[in-house]
């Protein structure tokens, strides 16, 4: 499946400023970017659908990255939201490493195959040294979209 990165992850859902210290915040914080561009209907359920997914597992994947993500009718189209820490965040990793590249992942309920493909095309990219240190150096949401753009092509 081929992804408009801009269409998936606009500009407006990607935020290069520090992000709050502790994961929920940092949940919250990037659920806001989406909300703020009128793509979710519920907040709260959205808010909780995430939770509800942190609750299970870890989505610290580990190699610096944390990917939540969550699938509910609070959202109509799938959706990504993007931040970086340099602090680093607790996300309770596999490797028990801090993550610094955050993404957040909103797919609608019965979008299961988005949700997973998504999930997948971006973890895959992300083991590539060079995508995450491209993330890293980006100086603007437009280089951060070019380089999941050429990682996920």
Same mark, same amino acid.
């Given at each position: 499946?081929?992804?408009?990165?801009?269409?998936?992850?606009?500009?407006?859902?990607?935020?290069?400023?520090?992000?709050?210290?502790?994961?929920?915040? /940092?949940?919250?914080?990037?659920?806001? %970017? =989406?909300? *703020?561009?009128?793509?979710? &209907?519920?907040? @709260?359920?959205?808010?909780?659908?995430?939770?509800?997914?942190?609750?299970?597992?870890?989505?610290?994947?580990?190699?610096?990255?944390?990917?939540?993500?969550?699938?509910?009718?609070?959202?109509?189209?799938?959706?990504?939201?993007?931040?970086?820490?340099?602090?680093?965040?607790?996300?309770?990793?596999?490797?028990?490493?801090? /993550?610094?590249?955050?993404?957040?992942? %909103? =797919?609608? *309920?019965?979008?299961?195959? &988005?949700?997973? @493909?998504?999930?997948?095309?971006?973890?895959?990219?992300?083991?590539?040294?060079?995508?995450?240190?491209?993330?890293?150096?980006?100086?603007?949401?437009?280089?951060?979209?070019?380089?999941?753009?050429?990682?996920?092509?």
């Amino acid at each position: 499946m081929d992804y408009d990165i801009d269409r998936l992850l606009p500009t407006e859902q990607i935020s290069l400023a520090e992000p709050p210290a502790k994961k929920d915040d /940092a949940i919250s914080f990037l659920l806001d %970017l =989406v909300v *703020e561009n009128d793509r979710v &209907d519920d907040r @709260e359920r959205a808010l909780e659908a995430l939770r509800e997914r942190e609750r299970e597992t870890t989505t610290g994947v580990g190699k610096g990255i944390a990917i939540p993500h969550a699938q509910t009718g609070a959202v109509s189209e799938p959706s990504v939201a993007f931040c970086r820490s340099e602090a680093g965040l607790d996300f309770d990793s596999m490797d028990e490493q801090p /993550a610094h590249l955050i993404f957040e992942i %909103l =797919v609608p *309920e019965g979008g299961s195959d &988005d949700h997973l @493909e998504i999930l997948s095309s971006l973890s895959r990219s992300l083991m590539h040294d060079d995508v995450r240190e491209g993330l890293y150096d980006a100086e603007s949401p437009e280089e951060v979209q070019g380089v999941l753009r050429e990682a996920i092509s």
